[in-house]
């Protein structure tokens, strides 16, 4: 299987694609096991709903899910990261197969601030790949300060997610999550932290956590294509 294609309504035009590192496209990614994807028609209405608030219209975006299933299922690859990257004007699809990601133990988070605070109010920086590649700066400062990830505050010292991924915070019989205001919209928040909390017995809500907060309880991450995990600060 080639690990990287093109889908899309009229791949005969001429197109020479921009690099996702430096423009503001819809994106996502997600894992595929042994040739299934997760929640792939979630991902595909994420991009949708990024063409969206791009003012784009890609009616044909849904009707390629079982055009990508069978790309994913023809060989049954081993368990590989699907990363999906939409050029509405030009409707096309970039998919690209990459090795699964793993999470280090202990994950360690250094505090940052969050380089989008001004921005929080914009309602495009809710969809991914809209506010452009900011976070490879956030994750490059951490990772030289020996963490993994960064944990992003606003401007009043509330946790807001880190670079690649929403936080929640475990404490007694709650699993509290930030307000959505000004944080990527998280897939992995929505459709597997309900399932995940329940078995654990623990009680979803949403509040403000300060910093201070996260020292108090235990600190997890989670995203669509690492699952969910427990992080420490650094």
Known sequence: MKTDRWFGPD??????PPSPTQVALPRT??????GLPCHLEAHLLRLQAGAAALGAEVPWLPGIQAELEAWLGADGPADVALR?????EAARLAARLEPLPTVLH???????PHPLQARRGDAAIVHKGLAG????????????AGAEDAL???SDGTLAETAIASVALERGEFLIVPPPLGRVASLAERLDLPDWARARELRIEVGSLPLASAREG????????RGIWPAVLA
């Open 133 to 144: 590649p900011w976070n490879q700066a956030v994750l490059s400062a951490a990772r030289e």
């Open 218 to 225: 235990r600190l997890w991450c989670m995203n669509a294509l």
């Open 152 to 154: 992003l505050l606003w």
């Open 84 to 88: 999906l990257v939409l050029h509405p």
């Open 29 to 34: 990614a997600l894992p595929v096991h042994r």
């Open 106 to 112: 202990p994950y360690r988070l250094r505090v940052l």
């Open 11 to 16: 791949l005969g035009r001429p197109f020479d």
